[in-house]
């Protein structure tokens, strides 16, 4: 394996562009008090309440300073009303976050319901059928929001890809007085395979695949995919997301062309589990393949890029 020194990497950052600013680091926030490491994704843990402040002074230590939290509740129900309570994990999370670190961390939360509700599903389903109500599940996205921007949070991204969930959340935020709270939309949230390690060890424990092509917008047309961002830039999104990364450059550069605001891309955890896998059995070295992949996401037009191997990374970087 090859060893290059510092001044290797340092040129990496400023010929590709690239410096710890770049980078969003992803935080599961557990209401259990386990501090647990996620078996499918060494090297990343479910992090207890009372382990949040040690873990975030490692990821300022690091240098980044921007975080998105996920949060893993105790208990779930049919209407996912954990993820509106006022000492819900991630509310409690952010009041603490904002206590100790202030303005050295910014915050984005993830808005969803998938990981409150009893079906993992990103939507609440109608009384009667098996279908994901549209508009009662963006009203609770609303809600949500609402309450993450009580408890301080600096930007909430609504990832549900429910159809008017940026209009009505930017309304609610208004309404309350909350308009300086930025909305990034995980706009191009395609319907993939690599959410899996992520799905089945954080949100809903089960080793099967939860269908969501009805919402998740299908790869294989980039025109639609256009579309979905050109409207939650329209309903006032302050900041778009693709997701998958590594199989979205040409959307990438495709969306960079007419998006005037920023565009985030998401390393997602079947991806960061692939290379971990590769790089754990000698097939290449990791820090030179990520490297790699973060240039050509910058390249093609990324300017934040969520990870979760931030914070090995950033070692590389300015
Ligand atoms: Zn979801």
């Given at each position: ?14 010929k590709s562009n690239l410096?710890?600013?770049n ?165 191009a949230?395609q ?31 980039p025109?639609?995919i256009q579309?979905?961002i ?10 778009v997301m693709i997701k998958p990364a590594m199989s979205s450059l040409d959307l990438i550069y495709r969306i960079k062309k007419i998006c005037?605001?920023p565009l985030v891309v998401q390393i997602?955890?079947?991806e ?18 990520i490297l790699n992949l973060i240039s050509a996401l910058k390249r093609s037009g990324a300017d934040k890029i969520i990870t ?11």
């Open positions: 394996m090859i060893h290059y020194d510092d001044d290797y990497y340092y040129e990496f950052s400023k410096t710890k600013n980078l969003i680091f992803p935080l599961f926030v557990d209401e259990s008090n386990k501090f647990q490491e996620l078996n499918v994704m060494p090297g990343i843990f479910k992090v207890p309440y009372n382990k949040i402040i040690q873990t975030l002074e490692e990821v300022v230590e690091s240098g980044v300073h921007s975080i998105i939290l996920f949060g893993i509740p105790r208990l779930r129900n049919s209407m996912g009303t954990a993820a509106i309570s006022k000492n819900g994990i991630v509310q409690k999370s952010l009041k603490l976050i904002k206590s100790n670190f202030g303005n050295k961390i910014s915050t984005i939360t993830d808005v969803c319901i998938c990981q409150y509700n009893d079906t993992g599903h990103c939507g609440l389903f109608k009384k009667t059928k098996k279908v994901v109500d549209n508009d009662l599940t963006i009203e609770l996205l609303s809600n949500i929001a609402l309450s993450h921007a009580i408890a301080g949070v600096d930007i909430v991204a609504p990832s549900s890809m429910m159809d008017g969930q940026v209009k009505r959340i930017k309304e609610k935020l208004d309404i309350n007085g909350y308009n300086k709270i930025k909305i990034l939309s995980f706009s949230k319907s993939s395979s690599l959410y899996k390690p992520f799905r089945s060890e954080t949100f809903f424990h089960s080793t099967n695949e939860i269908d969501k092509s009805t919402y998740q917008v299908p790869y294989h047309n025109r639609e579309r979905e050109e409207n939650d830039i329209h309903e006032g999104s302050n900041m005037t605001i997602v955890s079947g960061y589990s692939m290379i971990k896998a590769a790089s754990t059995i000698g097939l290449f070295d990791e820090t030179m393949y979760y191997s931030s914070l090995h990374i950033s070692k590389f970087l300015i």
